[in-house]
C-alpha cells in the first residue's frame, strides 16, 4: 500500500509547496514512485512542476466534488517516477461547496482509494488553512509532515495545528501518525533561527527531522523554471538537503 | 472620515502581518490614530503587538458573529496612537457559520459603521485566502494595498487576487481602490528578486510603491518579542524602510 502524506501547516510561506516537490523529486531519483497532489487553490506545486494550471482539464477539483476517477487527472512531470494531480483555481470554491455535502471530510480518502498501492509515496500539499480541504487531506492520509520556518509565527500555530490532527484522529482516521516537523528556510547564522530550532526539539523531541532545510535563492529560482531543484541546479545546498531528507523519511517509515 | 485599507494576498508568508504592524506603527509615529483590525484566525498581527489572543475576552469574531459593538474589543497597544482589533482561534469557525447569513459579505463594513472617522487609519491584516473573511475586507476597505515578495509563486497569484478585487469592486464595494503593491522581503542582491519587481513593476506601473522592504532577519526577531520595528530596533533599515512607506503611503492618499 501507499504511504500518503499529508503536508501541512495553516501558516502561510513556511515551504509545503517546495518540501512537496523538491522531496517528491528527490524520493522518484531512490527509484520510488510518488504522486505529488496539489489540493492549494493557489496551485503552486502544479506551476512548480512546470504544468500552467490554467490548462488543465481535469483536476483534484472534479475529484473532490464531481467524483471523477483520479486516474484521469494524474499526468507525468518532466522527472521520471514523478506524477502530479493537479489543481486549479477552481478549487477555491470547494471550501463553500464542500460544506453540505454528506461525507464532506472523506470526499478525497473516497477518491484516492482506486489507486491504493499504484505509488510508494503520495505527497499532498495542503493550502495555508485549516479547512475543509486540509481536513480532507488529514482524513485521507496515514502520516503528517509539517514545514516550519524557524520564526515567531510559525511556532504560534503548531498548538493549533496539533488540535486539529487530534480531531481529526479521534473523529475521522484513528491511524493518523506525525511522521516529523521539517525545518525549512534554516539560516544558521541567526539568533533567532537557532533559538526557535531548539524550542521545536524541545517540544517535539524525535519527531523533528534530523535533516533541515537551509534557506538557498536557487530553491526559489527553481520554482519559477517550474522544476525541481534536483533537475534545476542538483549540487546546491538545497538539493543535498532534500536527498538527505529522502533517506531520512524512507528510514524512519522502514523503522515504523 | 477613516482610510480603511485591507491588505491581502492569498499567497502565504509574504509579509502582510509583518507590513500591518510596522506600517501602523510608522503612521502612529507620524502623530495619526490607527487601529490594526486582526482578521486572521492564526491572530499573528495581535501576538505581534504583544497580546496573548489565548487571553482576548472580545475579538473580531464577536463582532462578524455576535453583532457585539466593536468599541468593546478595541484596545490600545505599547504604541501611543495605534490600536488593536484582536483575533482569536475561534475565528476559523467564521468561514463556515457566515455561509448561510444573510449580507453575509457586508458583516464587516456593518460593524465598523460605528467607528467612521475616529481613527485616520485601519489596517486589516488578512489570512492567506480569498474567502469569506477576506471578502468582507475588501468589501469594507476603501483601498487594498498588496504585500509581495519577489519570488515566482506570489507572482502567479496576482491574477487571481485581481479578479477577486474586481468582483467585490462590481458587486459589492464600487469605491475600492488599488491604493499599491509593496515590495516585501527584498534581496537586491539576488537575480530573482531584481528580475520578478522589475515584471511587477511592468504589470502595475506606478501602483508599485517607490518604497521597498529589504529581507531584515530583527523584522522577524521583533515578532518573537510582541513589539513593532520601531520599539525593537528602530534604527533598523526595515524599521527606516516601514517610515519612509507611511510618509508615501500619506502623500498618496493626500494626492486623491
Ligand atoms: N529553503 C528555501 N530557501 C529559500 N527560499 C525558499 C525556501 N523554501 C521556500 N522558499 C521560497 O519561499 C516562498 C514560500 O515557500 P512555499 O511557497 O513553498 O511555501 P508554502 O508554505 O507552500 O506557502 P503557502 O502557505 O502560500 O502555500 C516561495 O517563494 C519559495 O520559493
Ligand atoms: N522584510 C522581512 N525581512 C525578514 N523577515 C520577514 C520580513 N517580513 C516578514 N518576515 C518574516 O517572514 C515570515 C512571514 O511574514 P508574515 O507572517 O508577516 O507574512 P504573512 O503574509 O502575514 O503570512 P500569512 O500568509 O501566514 O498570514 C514571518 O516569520 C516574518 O517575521
Ligand atoms: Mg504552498
Ligand atoms: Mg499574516
Redesign the interface.
Known amino acids: 500500500t501507499s504511504a500518503l502524506i499529508a503536508i501541512t501547516n ?5 515551504g509545503k ?1 517546495t518540501t512537496s516537490i523538491n522531496l517528491g523529486a528527490a524520493l522518484a531519483g531512490l527509484g520510488e514512485s510518488v504522486l505529488v497532489l496539489d489540493l492549494d ?4 506545486a502544479t ?2 512542476l512546470g504544468v500552467n494550471h490554467e490548462e488543465v482539464a481535469v483536476s483534484i477539483y472534479d475529484i473532490l466534488l464531481k467524483d471523477t476517477p483520479v486516474e484521469d487527472a494524474i499526468e507525468p512531470t518532466a522527472v521520471r517516477n514523478l506524477y502530479l494531480l493537479p489543481s486549479t ?1 477552481h478549487l ?1 470554491d470547494a ?2 461547496e464542500l ?1 453540505p455535502m454528506m461525507a464532506r471530510e472523506q470526499k478525497l480518502r473516497n477518491g484516492l482509494r482506486e489507486i491504493d498501492g499504484q505509488f510508494s509515496y503520495v505527497l499532498i500539499d495542503c ?5 475543509l480541504l486540509t481536513v480532507n487531506a488529514l482524513t485521507a492520509a496515514h502520516y503528517v509532515m509539517i514545514p516550519m ?1 524557524c ?3 510559525a511556532l ?2 503548531l498548538m ?1 495545528l496539533n488540535r486539529t490532527i487530534e480531531m481529526v484522529r479521534s473523529a475521522l482516521n484513528p491511524s493518523l501518525e506525525l511522521l516529523g516537523v521539517l525545518l525549512t528556510m534554516m ?1 544558521g547564522r ?3 533561527s537557532r ?2 530550532s531548539e524550542q521545536v526539539k524541545g517540544y517535539f523531541g524525535d519527531n523533528v527531522f534530523r535533516s533541515y532545510i537551509p534557506r538557498r ?1 536557487r530553491l ?2 527553481a ?2 523554471y517550474g522544476e525541481p531543484i534536483d533537475i534545476f541546479d542538483n549540487m546546491n545546498r538545497g538539493a543535498i538537503a532534500y536527498r538527505r531528507l529522502a533517506e531520512e523519511l524512507r528510514d524512519r517509515l522502514k523503522a515504523k
Open positions: 495553516q501558516k502561510g510561506g513556511v509547496t487553490p493557489q496551485a503552486n506551476s512548480g483555481r477555491v471550501n463553500i460544506v493550502p495555508p488553512s485549516l479547512g520556518q520564526e515567531q509565527y504560534d500555530g493549533e539560516d541567526t539568533r533567532l533559538e526557535v535563492v526559489a529560482e520554482a519559477s
